[in-house]
């Protein structure tokens, strides 16, 4: 059967770097598994940049909005987490919002048209997510460990440095924030002192208008992991 096929590819920020998850690379995938199965692939849909935690992205909503259409057959996706991380979500997409299209997987192999397909399918998104909530409770476990030993666990921010695992502050940008201050004072703008000390205007900006005290507050570990 030739049937009508749509592709859906996504990339979150963190793996825009990593080898073979770009999005030019899940594209040429997905044309040469349609190719090779004689499918007739539309068009593909693309988020960049967006976590798959929620189905609140632009490219799979145009998606589930133009299926009715064009007589779309089966969704192609490289493999199950580019579509979803949600066991939910996918059982919204495959029994409601694809409304009995197909969906198949190219790096797994799947296709929900069958019913060892569908089943497969719906069992990785289980083990998946499972997988994320027991990864997330080791890191909220380690988190806690470090806090109760006073251990800083979040990022380091201007004014201060890492010694012996403990936050403490650094007498050189301590003296720079001072000087940031007297600058903005005077009438110069962020623009200019975020150049001046290599700094981006943001952190620039919030140096320059938060009082000293509140920035050496930071050195709680607390306020890293809240």
């Known amino acids: ?13 963190q793996e825009q770097a990593q080898e073979g998850m770009s ?21 593909v849909y693309r988020d960049e940049g967006v976590s798959g935690k929620s189905l609140n992205r632009p490219g799979i909503q145009s998606l589930i909005s133009d299926l009715e259409d064009d007589g779309v057959d089966v ?13 939910r979500d996918l059982g919204a997409l495959i029994d409601d919002l694809f409304k009995g299209r197909s969906l198949a997987t190219v790096q797994e192999g799947l296709d929900t048209s069958t019913a060892s ?10 083990v998946a997510q499972w ?15 470090k806090q109760e030993r006073g251990e800083w ?12 695992k403990v936050l403490v502050e650094d007498p050189v940008q301590i003296a720079n924030i001072q ?12 623009r200019k002192i975020a150049a001046r000390f290599g700094i981006s205007k943001s952190t620039a900006h919030k140096l320059v208008t938060t009082d000293l005290r509140v920035l050496k507050s930071f050195r709680q570990p607390a306020a890293a992991i809240a």
Not at 1 to 13: L, Q, W
Not at 25 to 41: H, V
Not at 117 to 126: A, D, K, T
Request: include cysteine; proline fraction near 1%; charged fraction near 30%.
């Open 153 to 164: 666990c979040g990022r380091v921010p201007y004014g201060f440095k890492i010694v012996d």
């Open 75 to 87: 969704v192609v996706i490289l493999k199950l987490d580019r579509l979803t991380r949600s066991v």
């Open 179 to 190: 000087r940031m201050k007297k600058a903005h004072r005077r009438g110069q703008s962020v």
């Open 117 to 126: 397909g569908e089943f497969v399918i719906n069992m990785l998104g289980s």
């Open 23 to 43: 999005l030019a690379a899940q594209e040429a995938r997905i044309k040469a598994y349609c190719e090779a199965k004689g499918w007739n692939l539309l068009r």
């Open 1 to 13: 059967m030739n049937k009508r096929a749509v592709g859906y590819i996504r990339v979150s920020t």
């Open 131 to 145: 997988e994320r909530k027991a990864i997330g409770e080791r890191t909220s476990t380690v988190l806690r460990y």
